[in-house]
């Protein structure tokens, strides 16, 4: 029998074929290596690849980061590709982040209410939703072993020189659209921001040869 894989949503499928991935400089390319080769060694040995996404309060940059990793990794079609997030404390995943993938054509449902609510984020119909709340990077939700940590603000880089259980510990960071809360600029610098991660992760994920 034959599994044929979900589409994404028409709105996602849009936005990725929009991505210049050619406008990533050869310095950052090689920020981006490390992530490449843990992917492939993955993939070469028919292992699962479980990669946390880690910055500070686990709010913005590293949900982000979580998400579009894990719909690269369907876009490319590479399976078992398992994408976390956690910071070095838990707050809440801040609501302009949750809106930001939603305009991008995520279907972002709210399952529940208070300080920290959980998110249901899903970019095809029939795949599991990847669920999104702020959480520490050692929270049971998130793998304990066989992962690579990538550490997406500088605050979390330098408060963690080891993540316990990671196999690779790479440095991805990029600027926080925080600066620009409840500023004019806000959706915009957020999309900004949500782009440059989207487009560096589809060319992650298409460098990896199955």
Request: hydrophobic share 35%; with cysteine.
């Amino acid at each position: 029998m034959t599994i044929t894989q979900s589409s994404l949503f028409t709105e996602i499928d849009s936005l990725i074929k929009g991505l210049k991935p050619e406008t990533i400089s050869a310095d950052r390319k090689k920020v981006l290596q490390p992530l490449i080769d843990f992917i492939q060694h993955k993939v070469t040995n028919k292992e699962a690849v479980r990669i946390n996404f880690i910055c500070t309060h686990n709010s913005r940059r590293s949900h982000l980061s979580q998400v579009w990793a894990q719909t690269m990794a369907h876009n490319f079609n590479i399976k078992h590709v398992f994408c976390y997030s956690g910071g070095t404390e838990a707050t809440a995943l801040f609501p302009m982040a949750a809106k930001t993938l939603e305009n991008s054509g995520f279907n972002i449902k709210r399952l529940s209410e208070g300080k920290n609510p959980v998110y249901s984020i899903k970019y095809t119909d029939n795949t599991h939703p990847i669920i999104g709340f702020s959480k520490t990077l050692d929270d049971d939700f998130n793998p304990k072993s066989e992962f690579a940590a990538i550490m997406t603000c500088d605050s979390a880089n330098e408060a963690c020189p080891m993540v316990l259980g990671a196999e690779k510990r790479i440095p991805i960071t990029f600027e926080d659209p925080k600066a620009f809360d409840n500023t004019p600029q806000q959706a915009e610098k957020y999309n900004e921001r949500s782009l440059q991660i989207a487009t560096e992760l589809f060319f992650v994920f298409s460098q990896v040869n199955l």
